[in-house]
């Protein structure tokens, strides 16, 4: 097959090894380290026209939107009217990511549980909403101009002030949110509209500083499987979650094509959803595909045509995989950009061990960083233990001035409790 895959961060260059083993790739606009699996052109992933044209012109049999962007900006809809198979979906199924009030709303006619929340547009509306939740407090930016603030806190005055600074932006909306208590799980799920699969379960370390400390991050490491997950979990959360959101999605006439993104809570009263994202996640992308053995193509092929009932079940490695950030002086607040990245090649020669590229552009004499999220150095091992020490003595390799990473991703996965 010919495979457009558009975006440009590190799940692309994760997504790009996994479609390019048996097939020609192409990406849009890519990065340094997806040019060494498949050709980058530059096409702006997130124009239809120029999107859709382009594929057309290349004879292009899949094309796989790996951001939020395009999706939002109807990029699937414009390369399924030209019946090219798309993985990702419609712009309005994409709301399911950009709208959090939508995603409730949904949830509610799919009888899925989550967060008992309150949607505010003044402040009065917010105090009533503080008052009727206990501390921690969880306030969401809901808002058309939105950047997902979100914000979780014992404070009052600091819930309200987040909740003052998302009203006054125009079209400001915001939810608040019951706490909910519970280690965080990422689960992935391939679907067609109407059959789900799901990937393994992984999960993602949002906050920048060791101990979830610090600001929220895009996502600073990653790891999996969970040992700590009860069995048959994936199928529990397909059964729950995911199936009845897709059979919801395709009942009001927008059916969900590409990645269902299920970002989930184990609380002592069972699964409970956080949000769904209409995308690969970053950077758990980069583990869980490491251990997925079936051909990624052809899976994301089997979505975009509507075939994934007839797919055989995935088959997966036996090993575990761990996967740490190291990202740019002062990330997330503004990342200091510009610096030289060394060491990429050395890292890699750790057993198992690959490093996938982020915020990196060619430099002059060498790379230099150009985002927040600067590289992910993964490795796969019989054991999280030995995986995680893989990737850390690939992260000791790497040399980028100022640059910061967590040191215990991965490090309590055997001492997690679900909370009884
Ligand atoms: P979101 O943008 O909705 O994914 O939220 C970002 C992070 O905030 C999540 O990964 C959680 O760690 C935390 N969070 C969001 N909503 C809740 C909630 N209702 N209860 C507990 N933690 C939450
Ligand atoms: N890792 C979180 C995200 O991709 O949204």
């Known amino acids: 097959m010919n495979i457009l895959l558009l975006g440009s961060g590190g799940r692309e260059h994760a997504l790009a090894l996994g479609l390019a083993r048996n097939n020609t790739l192409f ?27 382009w594929a057309t012109d290349n004879d292009i049999d899949l094309v796989v939107i790996g951001p939020e962007a395009p999706l ?10 030209a019946r090219i198979p798309v993985f990702g979906p419609s712009q309005a199924a994409s709301m399911l990511e950009g709208s959090k009030a939508f995603a409730k709303d949904v949830m509610e006619s799919a009888g ?3 967060a008992a929340s309150v949607a505010c547009k003044t402040m009065s509306e917010v105090e009533a909403a503080l008052a009727r939740f206990e501390p921690p407090y969880v306030v969401k930016n809901d808002g058309l101009a939105a950047g997902k603030g979100v914000i979780v806190t014992r404070e009052l005055d600091a819930a309200r002030a987040h909740a003052r600074a998302c009203l006054e932006a125009p079209g400001g909306a915001i939810l608040i949110e019951e706490f909910m208590d519970g280690p965080e799980v990422s689960l992935f799920c391939v679907t067609d509209g109407k059959t789900v699969v799901p990937l393994l379960p992984a999960q993602d370390f949002k906050r920048a500083l060791d101990n979830d400390e610090g600001l929220n991050t895009g996502g600073m490491g990653a790891y999996c499987p969970l040992p700590w997950l009860p069995e048959g979990f994936a199928d529990e959360v397909v059964a729950k979650v995911a199936q009845p959101v897709v059979d919801e999605m395709a009942r009001r006439g927008t059916p969900f094509v590409g990645l269902l993104y299920c970002g989930l809570v184990v609380t002592r009263r069972g699964i409970r959803v956080i949000e769904f994202n209409a995308r690969f996640g970053d950077p758990e992308t ?15 092929f089997a979505a975009a045509t509507g075939t994934l009932a007839d797919f055989a079940p995935l088959q997966w490695s036996e090993a575990a995989g761990v996967g740490v950030v190291v ?8 990342p200091v950009l510009g610096d030289r990245v060394e060491g990429i090649e050395e890292a890699e020669t750790e057993p ?14 060498c790379p230099v960083t150009s985002g927040g999220r600067v590289l992910m150095v993964s490795a796969t091992g019989k054991t999280l233990a030995q995986a995680r020490q ?6 000791a390799k790497i040399s980028i001035r100022g640059s910061h ?7 309590r996965a055997d001492q997690i409790r679900i909370p009884c």
């Open 405 to 411: 990473h967590r040191t215990d991703i991965a490090t």
């Open 72 to 81: 939002v900006a109807g990029v699937a809809d414009a390369v399924a009217a």
């Open 27 to 53: 990406i849009a606009p890519g990065n340094p380290g997806t040019k060494l699996v498949g050709t980058n052109i530059a096409v702006n992933p997130n124009d239809p026209v120029e999107v859709t044209k």
């Open 112 to 114: 899925v549980d989550t």
């Open 352 to 365: 198992n061990t690959r490093v996938y590229i982020a915020g990196v552009s060619e430099g002059e004499a």
């Open 286 to 300: 980069q583990v869980v595909l490491s251990l997925l053995e079936t051909d990624l193509a052809d899976l994301l």
């Open 390 to 395: 893989r990737a850390y003595a690939g992260v």
């Open 327 to 334: 990202s740019a002086e002062n990330y997330p607040a503004t």
